[in-house]
């Protein structure tokens, strides 16, 4: 399994506290079957992360992995604020797209979902970068699902919380992830995860054994097999 947004960096933004919070976070995704993590910290006015710095802190946090023989690789990335996704080039979004292969992962302004996704969907498009929308379950509101549509139209992937998902219940009216799941957006489950000490958990499979009881098994299996297409930097359509 390839985790393609979390916050496993030490001491870069709100993520990781320092290198022994990453070992961590990197030992449990490993015990979960995790291959690799995309290191997404974010990039927003509220952090000061420099872009310049992310490759040495990726190598850094590799070698540390290899010398306590962790097979887990680190994968560089970014999660990219929708405000301020004009203020980069094209080479800096090449940079901390996940693992450079032009998809990036990109965090809706707080609140529900509006015109100015899309928006900066196509100024990303525009300088040669794919979309991936991050946790839309925290930006839901009025026409949720058309609007989660309406970005897939345009080319998007919809990246999920898989902790969220692996809480939804088949038997559940009201879990309404899982019937966008079956309609076929639902196409990224990563963790989101930003300590070992708490929060969210590196665990991807139980979101995945989950999306296999509801999904079709050829929507499954694009689902499992996405995230390699997408560090490999493939373009890449949804089954549904």
Same mark, same amino acid.
């Given at each position: 399994?390839?985790?393609?947004?979390?916050?496993?960096?030490?001491?870069?933004?709100?993520?990781?506290?320092?290198?022994?919070?990453?070992?961590?976070?990197?030992?449990?995704?490993?015990?979960?079957?995790?291959?690799?993590?995309?290191?997404?910290?974010?990039?927003?006015?509220?952090?000061?992360?420099?872009?310049?710095?992310?490759? *040495?802190?990726?190598? /850094?946090?590799?070698?540390?992995? !290899?010398?306590?023989?962790?097979?887990? @690789?680190? %994968? +560089?990335? &970014?999660?990219?604020?929708?405000?301020?996704?004009?203020?980069l080039s094209a080479q800096e979004l090449r940079e901390i797209s996940l693992d450079g292969g032009g998809w990036i992962l990109l965090e809706p302004a707080p609140g529900p979902l509006g015109d100015a996704v899309g928006a900066t969907v196509e100024l990303l498009a525009g300088r040669g970068a794919r979309v991936i929308v991050a946790h839309p379950e925290r930006h839901?509101?009025?026409?949720?699902?058309?609007?989660?549509?309406?970005?897939?139209?345009?080319?998007?992937?919809?990246?999920?919380? *898989?902790?969220?998902? /692996?809480?939804?219940?088949?038997? !559940?009216?009201?879990?309404?992830?899982? @019937?966008? %799941? +079956?309609? &076929?957006?639902?196409?990224?489950?990563?963790?989101?995860?930003?300590?070992?000490?708490?929060?969210?958990?590196?665990?991807?499979?139980?979101?995945?054994?989950?999306?296999?009881?509801?999904?079709?098994?050829?929507?499954?299996?694009?689902?499992?097999?996405?995230?390699?297409?997408?560090?490999?930097?493939?373009?890449?359509?949804?089954?549904?």
């Open positions: 399994m390839i985790d393609l947004h979390c916050h496993i960096l030490p001491g870069v933004d709100d993520g990781a506290l320092d290198i022994a919070d990453s070992v961590a976070m990197a030992l449990e995704a490993q015990h979960d079957g995790v291959e690799i993590v995309c290191a997404t910290p974010h990039i927003r006015e509220d952090h000061d992360v420099r872009l310049n710095e992310l490759p *040495a802190r990726v190598a /850094a946090l590799q070698d540390e992995l !290899d010398s306590r023989h962790i097979a887990v @690789r680190i %994968a +560089r990335g &970014g999660e990219l604020a929708a405000p301020v996704a004009d203020r839901a509101g009025e026409g949720f699902e058309r609007r989660l549509r309406a970005l897939v139209d345009r080319g998007c992937l919809i990246q999920w919380t *898989a902790e969220f998902v /692996a809480r939804a219940q088949p038997d !559940d009216p009201d879990a309404l992830v899982l @019937r966008l %799941a +079956r309609d &076929g957006l639902v196409h990224v489950l990563a963790s989101d995860a930003h300590s070992s000490h708490g929060g969210r958990d590196m665990r991807l499979s139980p979101a995945f054994a989950r999306l296999r009881e509801v999904c079709a098994p050829d929507l499954f299996a694009w689902i499992a097999d996405a995230p390699a297409a997408i560090i490999a930097g493939e373009p890449l359509r949804p089954p549904v």
